[in-house]
């Protein structure tokens, strides 16, 4: 867990802080709301860093949650506290994340949840689950997701457009471009 490393120190500590400072409290807060409607577990929804990780640190209402979007995802949920166990939660609950529509990049890693490492990436990836359970017939949470807009144009209307739109550069040529810039640079750097 996430006691269990060496306290950081000098760039490690810094990096840590700059992870940290991009943890949202509303927004955690919005989520873990959520995850209790959902699973109508009762639990602390206080969106405090200490708060969040101690929900789901071990992975199992992760589970709970998925298996309640849709049902059966997650086969067996690792009841112990042992550390593979729950890290076998948290990868399980990751896996149908993105089964569900989850972007890759919207994910977060094991230890990122379970070593408390940025748990800013676990409340992106809920904020992510939360805009696709609409689409499996549970209340969502977030703004709602675009839908497709295709446009189909004529081949006629193409041909319109690009007599219209003339793409040049603003001073006509690059060689233009750079002449005017290193005649006003002095300007520039001394003053008018």
Same mark, same amino acid.
Do not use: H
């Given at each position: 867990m996430a006691n269990n490393r060496a306290t950081k120190s000098g760039f490690a500590a810094e990096a840590q802080r700059k992870i940290n400072s991009k943890y949202s409290e509303e927004l955690a807060q919005e !989520?873990?709301?959520? @995850?209790?409607?959902?699973?109508?577990?009762? +639990? =602390?929804?206080?969106?405090?860093?200490?708060? +969040?990780?101690?929900?789901? $640190?071990?992975?199992?209402?992760? !589970?709970?949650?998925?298996?309640?979007? $849709?049902?059966? =995802? @997650? $086969? $067996?949920?690792?009841? =112990?506290?042992? &550390?593979?166990?729950?890290?076998?939660?948290?990868? &399980? +609950?990751? *896996?149908?994340?993105? =089964?569900?529509? @989850?972007? &890759?990049?919207?994910?977060?890693?094991? @230890? *990122?949840?379970?070593?408390?490492?940025n748990l800013n990436s676990v409340v992106i990836c809920l904020q992510s689950l939360g805009r696709k359970a609409g689409n499996f017939g549970q209340p969502g949470i977030g703004p709602k997701e675009a839908e497709k807009n295709v446009r189909n144009f004529t081949e006629e209307q193409l041909k319109a457009g690009q007599g219209r739109l003339k793409f040049s550069q603003p001073y006509g040529s690059l060689k233009q471009a750079c002449l005017f810039f290193f005649m006003a640079m002095p300007k520039i750097i001394n003053g008018p």
């Open positions: !989520c873990l709301e959520w @995850v209790k409607q959902i699973t109508n577990e009762d +639990f =602390s929804t206080s969106g405090e860093m200490d708060n +969040f990780y101690e929900v789901f $640190k071990n992975g199992t209402r992760l !589970c709970r949650l998925v298996n309640i979007i $849709k049902p059966g =995802s @997650v $086969k $067996k949920i690792n009841e =112990s506290q042992m &550390a593979f166990k729950c890290m076998e939660n948290i990868n &399980a +609950f990751l *896996d149908v994340a993105r =089964s569900l529509g @989850v972007p &890759a990049q919207e994910t977060f890693q094991t @230890v *990122d949840l379970w070593e408390r490492q």
